[in-house]
């Protein structure tokens, strides 16, 4: 694993106990379905991402060396699992249905998006490839490393004008079929009206009262960014409309990322 450094999460920064030998065999066997013989050869795992790059999750990188019916082989994952750390993550995700939705939408409705597109003579993918998951012992869902495959984090500029069209014409399709779908069957995403909002304790979380706040000391402090004096000025009045949260009850933890701020400044831009 990372060593102890302080562009990781804390929780990131040692994998738990059981993301062992016994557990990789059985992820290798649920894609490699037809090996008659599978041998582990060499696991190396790392944080998944730098801080800041995600929340609700742990996530730990993975490059898999295997022997599979005598061939050699190596697969790189991405693992998101639960937090297990006590803390504020663990407390306000253990009781929620985050897994169970990601799992249903990697595994039922984007494949069907998908099929819709396909059948019209459309390759876009709109997915990473979903290896294993599970919600018992533990909850998690473990995708193929797309890395290799040439994607990125932006952290140091902003997109492009062909990246930009690139992510929009994805999300039209995403909406145009959802959007028909739910027209003809509008009982197909019933499962999902449990968003953010009805997560247990999430009155709880300093995103909620202090949100905007921190998004205006993120500006302030991102002199990478340009033009935001009169995006946080307009935000420092949204702010005093805002009914102060009941003291005693929330902690502020803001932390003062590069990341956090130029994805907030992307995002309100036309604030």
């Not at 013989?37 to 995600?54: C, I, N, Q, V, Y």
């Not at 998951?133 to 495959?149: A, G, N, R, T, Y």
């Amino acid at each position: 694993m990372a060593p102890n450094n302080h562009n990781y999460n804390a929780d990131e920064l040692e994998a738990p106990a059981w993301l062992n030998d016994d557990f990789f065999i059985k992820v290798l066997r649920n894609f490699e379905t037809d090996a008659k013989e599978l041998r582990l050869r060499k696991t190396e795992l790392s944080p998944a991402t730098l801080k800041g790059d995600h929340y609700a999750s742990v996530m730990f990188r993975a490059t898999v060396e295997y022997e599979c019916d005598g061939e050699n082989k190596c697969q790189r994952m991405i693992m998101k699992t639960m937090p297990e750390v006590d803390g504020h993550k663990k407390e306000m995700f253990e009781d929620s249905i985050i897994f169970e939705t990601e799992i249903d939408m990697y595994t039922r409705v984007i494949p069907r998006f998908e099929q819709i597109l396909r059948d019209i003579g459309d390759e876009t993918v709109l997915r990473a490839p979903i290896l294993f998951h599970e919600l018992s012992p533990q909850k998690i869902i473990i995708f193929e490393d797309i890395v290799p495959l040439g994607y990125e984090v932006l952290r140091d500029r902003y997109v492009n004008k062909e990246e930009l069209e690139a992510a929009y014409t994805k999300l039209a399709k995403w909406h145009a079929i959802s959007y028909k779908i739910n027209l003809e069957e509008p009982q197909y995403f019933e499962n999902y009206r449990q968003g953010l909002l009805a997560m247990p304790k999430i009155e709880e979380n300093e995103f909620m009262p202090h949100g905007v706040g921190l998004l205006i000391e993120q500006l302030e402090t991102c002199h990478k960014c340009v033009n935001t004096f009169h995006i946080s000025s307009r935000l420092s009045k949204i702010c005093l409309k805002v009914p102060s949260p009941p003291s005693g009850n929330i902690t502020r933890r803001a932390e003062k990322t590069p990341t956090m701020c130029s994805v907030m400044v992307i995002s309100t831009t036309k604030i």
